[in-house]
Each structure stands twice: as C-alpha cells, then as structure tokens.
C-alpha cells in the first residue's frame, strides 16, 4: 500500500510502498478514508523523537476491510468507523471501562510505536473501534478524534453552565474547547489567538470574544467581578504559557492544561497558591467521548466545519504537511488517501 513515512526530522514526508497491515486476533483493518493533520505530528516530525520509517496519522475515519478472529463489537466488512488511535491490552480494567489510553500496556499509533493512517490502510483495535452513526461521512468522523480532546478537556474542568471560561489559542484544540465550553453552557468564552483567521474561526465556533494574544485579555479580565473566568483553557503549550495563565487566573478559579509543552518550563508556584488556584493537566479521551462527538454531529447540534481549512489527497500530504509548520491561513487540514 501506499504511504506517506517519515523519514528525517525537518524533511518532507516521503510516499513509500510499505507492506499492507495484517490484523491480530483482536484487531481490524480499516481502509483510510480520511485523516487529519494534527499539530503533534508537526511537532513530533520536528522534534527528532520519531524512528525513521513511522507512520503518522491519528486522526481519521474508514471502511473495516478485515477483522480479526476474536474482534469484538460485530465488526463486518464495509462498516464505517473511526477510532481511537491506541491499542490497549482489551482486558484490564481501565480497557474494560473504555479509556484504552489509560492502559498500562497501551501502545500508540502515528507517533512511533504503531503505524497511523497517513496510509492507504491502518490496523486498529477493535475494543478502540466506534462505528460512524448515520449521516456522519468520513470527514466528519475523522474530526471526532480533535473534537473529542475538546469534549473531554471540558468534562475534567467540571464546567457549571452559567460559568466564564477563557480559551488559550485558536488551534483545532482551542476550538473543540471553545464549541464545547458553549455547549455546556458557557456564559462567555473568551478567545485569545494572534492569528486573525483563527479568530474567525473561534468566533464561528463559539467564542463571544476574542483578543490577539493572553496579555490583552488583561484589561477584559479584570474587569469581571471576580476579577476573571471560572476556567482558563491553556491549548497551545509553549514554555511561559502556563505561568501567563496562572497570572491571568482569578482567586479560587482553574486552569487546565490541554497544551503539550516538551520543553522545561519555569514559573513561580507561589502565584498560584496565593491564588488557591485548582491545575488539571488533561490528556485525549475515552471511548465515550467519541461516541458523544459523533451523536452531537449527526444530529446537527455541534458544526466543527468551520475548523477545516482544506482537504488533499496522499500525493499532497507531504507539501500540505510542511505548509503547516510555518504560520498560515490553515486550521484543520484533512487528507484523503
Ligand atoms: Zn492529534
Ligand atoms: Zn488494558
């Protein structure tokens, strides 16, 4: 089959004939069609962490072309799915309730361990595997995986309708973040992103403001009676960002922290603990929260469309791919293999 491999940090992905995936017993075959480029491959192509030979792609929706002996969940050929890109071991508690991620012998895919779907085919778990409701096309089951990081990042802030929340950046992050914060009842989501066409998108997707960057959200914030939001949402995770929201937060609020930052970061603790400010570090989902993401699309009540910016084919992912890590008039780019 063909994929789009990684092969040195800082170099194009390059389209390779690589076997096709062959199932374990408890395993699919998916046909791939759709994939999104998510920010943490760009990240991960970069950071010199990947072998060379790894397939990225963990962001994406398909056809089931084969299924393992002991698959669970009546998986047939031709079923449409999506998946969370993890394999976990099936049967441990954590497996059992539906949170792969947390599984102590979990293994990833796109990002190294297992192959993703930047590929003609990808093997998936099938205790990993949610089926496409009806009406949801491939697109829009591959934006569940992003949309689902959001949906979770809410849940974990214990979001009260009526409260105030402030989103860091206007990434695919921030903005499943912000359409979730409305729709649990958000009273005002507050968006800071630089780039003015993430702005619009924000402003599409929720926000009820927006601002250029955390500082000139200052003025804003000191102005609500408690002197801020409820939550403040750090999607972005560059060093400083952490202890710029810390500064922004109100007493006795939150900050949680969906942005994964690689690199040491200082920033004084005293600020927050001056502040009794709650931190939650969030990581992806749970099976639930996808199922949620795709019954709410199917039935119209959230529109992440206003997120994706583009849409390619596999010959045009490696230069999709390396117009995403300079700055750019693009969000969510989805490939079609
Ligand atoms: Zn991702
Ligand atoms: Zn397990």
New binding site residues.
């Given amino acids: 089959m063909q994929a789009a491999v990684f092969r040195a940090a800082n170099q194009p992905l390059v389209i390779e004939d690589v076997p096709d995936p062959t199932p374990g017993p408890r395993d699919l075959v998916v046909e791939v069609k759709c994939c ?1 480029i ?4 760009l990240h991960a192509a970069s950071s010199g962490t990947l072998p060379s030979g790894c397939i990225m792609g ?2 994406f929706a398909g056809e089931v072309v084969e299924v393992g002996a002991e698959a669970k969940g009546g998986f047939e050929r031709g079923d449409a799915v999506t998946a969370i890109p993890s394999i976990g071991c099936g049967v441990c508690a954590v497996c059992l309730s539906g949170d792969p991620i947390r599984c102590p012998r979990v293994e990833i895919m796109g990002l190294g361990q297992l192959p993703g779907a930047y590929a003609k085919y990808v093997r998936v778990g099938s205790n990993e595997t949610v089926r496409l409701p009806e009406g949801i096309d491939f697109r829009h089951g591959a934006l569940a ?2 949309l689902a ?1 959001g949906l979770y990042a809410v849940q974990r802030a214990g979001l009260s309708p009526g409260q105030e929340v402030m989103v860091v950046g206007a990434g ?1 992050i921030g903005l499943a973040v912000t359409l979730w914060a409305r729709f649990f009842g958000a009273r005002g989501v507050l968006v800071s992103e630089p780039a003015e066409g993430r702005r619009a998108m924000a402003e599409a997707m929720g926000a009820t403001a927006t601002v250029d960057g955390a500082s000139s959200a200052a003025p804003i914030l000191a102005e609500k009676p408690r002197g801020g939001v409820d939550v403040i949402f750090e999607c972005v995770g560059v060093p400083g960002l952490l202890g710029q929201c810390v500064g922004l937060a109100a007493p006795r609020s939150k900050v949680v922290v969906a942005g994964l930052c690689m690199q040491p970061d200082t920033w004084v603790p005293g600020a927050a603990l001056v502040k009794e400010l709650q931190l939650q570090f969030v990581l992806a989902y749970r099976k639930d929260d996808f199922a949620l993401t795709l019954e709410m699309m199917a039935s119209g009540r959230i529109d992440p469309w206003p997120m994706v910016t583009d849409e390619v084919g596999l010959a045009e992912l490696p230069e999709a791919f390396e117009g995403l890590k300079k700055p750019a008039a693009q969000c969510k780019v989805l490939v079609e293999p």
Avoid: L, Q
Wanted: charged fraction near 25%; charge should be negative; hydrophobic fraction near 10%.
């Fill in positions: 999104g998510c920010g943490s491959d963990h962001e995986e992003p990081v695919p």
